[in-house]
């Protein structure tokens, strides 16, 4: 077991992100990432609750990662997404506008409806015709390209187009990259040269160092981490049979 825990684990990713102990890192994180133009930095989060209950039994539950809101009443849905799952800027989408209504309750006014800013994190490359591996994405007018309904965002984070070594780090974006992507591996040494004066950055690395973790958190953390590889060998199981069943079909005909 190394020292720093894989920040990508379901567990470990709400721990540094999703409590209120930590809530400065998600805080900065948001800052970080988001680079407000039209409107001041986050200076505070209220933690919302992650399910988002159906209207009725017979429509899907929607669970995400973190979700939270702003002072401002802005909402924020935070995601980390591991596999590689056929739909997922379609459920990102559908997150984002069920948080959207979710907002009005009973008596609630359409005027008085806030932002939605969707961020995640993406083990996988989700755009393959894009060669940055951050994007951000709004409403424009075709003509126009004025950014009219501004709502909506999202923000996706694809680590697997990442390949910034630790001594070139110099963005507060290169550096969250590297963490999601290269904590287990980064050595005190590197660590030195990705903290400098960062120091939210080294809060993010304490939390994921395991000597602080008790024992029921790294039984559940080595649960998530056994579940992620179960169902990994599982879709690499059925793909190898769809090649099989593939061939076979192929000498039929």
Same mark, same amino acid.
Request: aromatic share 12%; glycine share 4%.
């Given at each position: 077991l190394s020292k720093f825990l894989d920040p990508k684990n379901d567990i470990a990713? !709400?721990?540094?992100? =999703? #409590?209120?102990?930590?809530?400065?890192i998600l805080i900065h994180f948001l800052?970080?990432?988001l680079k407000f133009k039209e409107k001041k930095p986050i200076t505070e989060v209220t933690f919302l609750n992650t399910v988002q209950d159906p209207l009725i039994a017979?429509? !899907?539950? #929607?669970?995400?990662?973190?979700?939270?809101?702003d002072e401002l009443g802005n909402s924020y849905i935070v995601e980390m997404q591991i596999t590689k799952e056929? =739909?997922? *800027?379609?459920? #990102? @989408?559908? &997150?984002?506008?069920k948080a959207y209504c979710s907002q009005l309750g009973v008596k609630g006014k359409y005027k008085d409806l806030k932002e939605i800013i969707f961020l995640a994190i993406a083990d996988f490359t989700m755009f393959p015709n894009k060669v940055n591996y951050k994007s951000d994405h709004v409403t424009l007018d075709k003509d126009s390209h004025k950014n009219d309904l501004k709502d909506f965002s999202y923000t996706f984070l694809e680590l697997e187009k990442f390949n910034v070594p630790v001594d070139k780090l110099k963005t507060m974006i290169e550096k969250?990259? &590297?963490?999601?992507?290269?904590?287990?591996?980064? #050595? @005190?040494?590197?660590?030195?040269? *990705?903290? =400098?004066?960062? &120091?939210? *950055?080294k809060k993010a690395y304490e939390e994921l160092d395991h000597f602080y973790w008790d024992e029921k958190e790294l039984e559940d953390y080595e649960a998530v981490t056994k579940k992620t590889l179960d169902y990994e060998a599982a879709m690499d199981q059925k793909y190898d049979e769809g090649k099989i069943e593939g061939k076979a079909e192929g000498k039929e005909e």
């Amino acid at each position: 077991l190394s020292k720093f825990l894989d920040p990508k684990n379901d567990i470990a990713f !709400k721990k540094i992100f =999703g #409590s209120e102990k930590n809530k400065d890192i998600l805080i900065h994180f948001l800052n970080d990432m988001l680079k407000f133009k039209e409107k001041k930095p986050i200076t505070e989060v209220t933690f919302l609750n992650t399910v988002q209950d159906p209207l009725i039994a017979a429509r !899907k539950t #929607s669970v995400v990662d973190i979700m939270c809101k702003d002072e401002l009443g802005n909402s924020y849905i935070v995601e980390m997404q591991i596999t590689k799952e056929k =739909g997922f *800027i379609k459920r #990102s @989408q559908y &997150y984002a506008a069920k948080a959207y209504c979710s907002q009005l309750g009973v008596k609630g006014k359409y005027k008085d409806l806030k932002e939605i800013i969707f961020l995640a994190i993406a083990d996988f490359t989700m755009f393959p015709n894009k060669v940055n591996y951050k994007s951000d994405h709004v409403t424009l007018d075709k003509d126009s390209h004025k950014n009219d309904l501004k709502d909506f965002s999202y923000t996706f984070l694809e680590l697997e187009k990442f390949n910034v070594p630790v001594d070139k780090l110099k963005t507060m974006i290169e550096k969250w990259a &590297y963490f999601f992507k290269h904590a287990e591996e980064t #050595s @005190q040494e590197d660590l030195n040269k *990705i903290i =400098g004066n960062d &120091y939210i *950055i080294k809060k993010a690395y304490e939390e994921l160092d395991h000597f602080y973790w008790d024992e029921k958190e790294l039984e559940d953390y080595e649960a998530v981490t056994k579940k992620t590889l179960d169902y990994e060998a599982a879709m690499d199981q059925k793909y190898d049979e769809g090649k099989i069943e593939g061939k076979a079909e192929g000498k039929e005909e």
